[in-house]
């Protein structure tokens, strides 16, 4: 505003503008005024009154003219950041669970919002596992723990019970100056790490798990995040490949392309229920050999989004290749809590490597993760997670925490939520029945829909679905007749993006292309979460299917 001012008076000036009393034309306090019409290109307020009307138009627009060519020319300068000078490596960055589709359906809710009519009332997004946007009710325990550390007033009184106060207090005790809004250390509060490390040993049957290598992160995403940049290298063939299954989680591509390193997919095996199979990671491994360096192998178990869950042998046999091919592991288990299908169970890659034998154990470097965001928890916005590094370089150690010290330290109010998925109440506290009566309510519920999702899917015609065995979402394949492709491709689009947009603006329903997340050529998915309400669940299963048959009559 002073910049302008200070423009205007110069402008007032050079055109002879007496002063904040007298303005050329002789009336008064118009001075500033008459300058910033010229600046904005219109005629002054006040031509002098002793010139006959058309010679004062005809003076003051050839003013007017002259200063605002001056200021347009200012203000039209280059962009110095455009879509050509910005850095590649983040223009390649792709993320198709926030892609075009939700951009699109955050348009049509605006649209509703309006009053303009649609074939339905409301937008169902399906395409993010977050639970509590889908109504998942909070487990009571972990936020009463949250609430004592963020305003520990309450402490003091009979509101809540002494077991969420002992852990608040503990957590404030960790905290510099008892605050949560304290930085905490770049590794974590270490009284969380302590916490993380006594979980693990819990959930592995005692194998040891040191606080040192505990690190907690915003999310699990930063974890991985955070690993990938301190493992890519190199330049040409030499440049860093990462061999990451396919499906996956675009999480994985997106950083990948951030950091310029090299994609190696492994698919996994749809007709066998997504299972990993070995021979196909050591065809993707040598075939990748000729354009880069793979030394990094990412696993997804619970897969996301396929919902597979991996058994121990199968487990046994990626530890054996990475050991043998002296590969980096990466183990995303934040679904750990999500298994469903009887038969199956979770097994961490950290216990099966440390019973595989001291030869495996001492020797593969394994990063695993876990997350507040999903299980049972679903607290997505906490932003809390942590990761387990083992066989670490002791001079990488000294690296790695360096980098996490560039970003200070992960939120504290998710690394408190963190703590209570990993200290929750025990047997014979006051919370232990109310907690465990919610965690089962929700696994028991997801279970249900996990099962009802896939039952519906296989009764439509064009549409095959996996059991889904873990984790929080449906991975259907569709048939998609080539009249439909045809028309994809004049839309410039992939067909299964074609099919979800069809889906989102004739039904309202929300879901992420298959091709966001990678596939076979030739087939074609989308990802739904199964995290609604079991009722909605069923008008979403619904409508998906009414939608497929009459896009199958429309393209036959």
């Not at 929700?442 to 984790?471: R, S, W, Y």
Request: charged share 25%; with cysteine.
């Amino acid at each position: 505003m002073h910049r302008f001012a200070l423009i205007a008076k110069q402008t007032a000036a050079s055109l002879g503008c007496k002063g904040p009393g007298v303005c050329r034309g002789g009336r008064k306090d118009m001075d500033l005024r008459c300058a910033a019409s010229l600046a904005a290109g219109r005629q002054p307020l006040c031509p002098p009154l002793s010139l006959p009307a058309r010679e004062r138009t005809v003076r003051w627009s050839s003013a007017a003219k002259a200063s605002a060519v001056k200021i347009t020319e200012k203000a039209s300068r280059e962009k110095i950041l455009t879509l050509e000078s910005m850095n590649p490596q983040v223009k390649a960055v792709e993320y198709a669970v926030r892609g075009p589709i939700v951009l699109k359906a955050g348009e049509i809710e605006k649209e509703l919002r309006k009053g303009i009519k649609k074939p339905f009332t409301e937008v169902i997004k399906a395409n993010i596992g977050d639970a509590h946007a889908m109504g998942q009710r909070p487990i009571t325990f972990l936020r009463q723990v949250v609430a004592l550390c963020t305003y520990p007033n309450l402490l003091d009184g009979p509101s809540f019970p002494e077991d969420a106060k002992k852990r608040a207090r503990r957590i404030l005790q960790g905290c510099g100056g008892n605050s949560l809004g304290s930085y905490s250390a770049s590794q974590g509060i270490n009284c969380i790490r302590e916490d993380v490390a006594s979980y693990i040993e819990r959930r592995d049957g005692g194998v040891p798990a040191d606080p040192d290598n505990i690190y907690l992160t915003t999310g699990a995403s930063d974890g991985i995040a955070t690993i990938l940049k301190i493992l890519v290298s190199g330049g040409g063939k030499s440049r860093t490949g990462v061999m990451i299954p396919i499906p996956q989680y675009p999480l994985y591509s997106a950083v990948i392309s951030e950091l310029d390193a090299i994609q190696v997919n492994y698919y996994l095996d749809e007709e066998n229920c997504w299972a990993l199979d070995v021979n196909e990671l050591r065809r993707s491994l040598n075939e990748a050999k000729a354009y880069c360096n793979p030394k990094v192998l990412c696993i997804i178990n619970p897969g996301n989004p396929t919902g597979q869950v991996q058994n121990r042998k199968c487990i046994e046999d990626v530890i054996h290749f990475a050991w043998e091919e002296k590969l980096f592991l990466l183990a995303d288990e934040v679904y750990q809590d999500n298994v469903y299908s009887e038969g199956c169970q979770f097994h961490s890659f950290k216990k099966i490597l440390y019973e595989m034998g001291p030869e495996y154990y001492n020797n593969v470097e394994l990063a695993s993760f876990h997350s507040t965001s999903k299980g049972y928890m679903g607290e997505c916005g906490y932003r809390g997670g942590y990761m387990e590094v083992i066989n670490l370089h002791p001079e990488i150690k000294g690296q790695l925490v360096k980098l996490l010290s560039v970003r200070l330290c992960p939120p504290v109010s998710g690394q408190a939520a963190m703590d209570i998925v990993v200290n929750p109440p025990v047997p014979g506290e006051e919370s232990y029945s109310q907690f465990t009566k919610e965690k089962e309510s929700v696994l028991k519920n997801l279970a249900k829909k996990a099962k009802l999702t896939e039952d519906m899917f296989n009764k439509v015609p064009g549409i095959h679905c996996n059991p889904l065995q873990g984790a929080m979402y449906a991975f259907p394949q569709i048939f998609i007749p080539s009249k439909a492709i045809e028309e994809a491709k004049a839309h410039k689009m992939a067909p299964d993006m074609f099919y979800c947009m069809k889906l989102l603006e004739e039904t309202g329903i929300c879901v992420v292309p298959g091709s966001g997340f990678g596939q076979r050529e030739g087939s074609y998915h989308f990802r739904m979460t199964i995290l609604p309400p079991v009722e909605k669940l069923k008008i979403l299963l619904e409508k998906v299917k009414d939608f497929h048959i009459k896009f199958l009559e429309k393209y036959a």
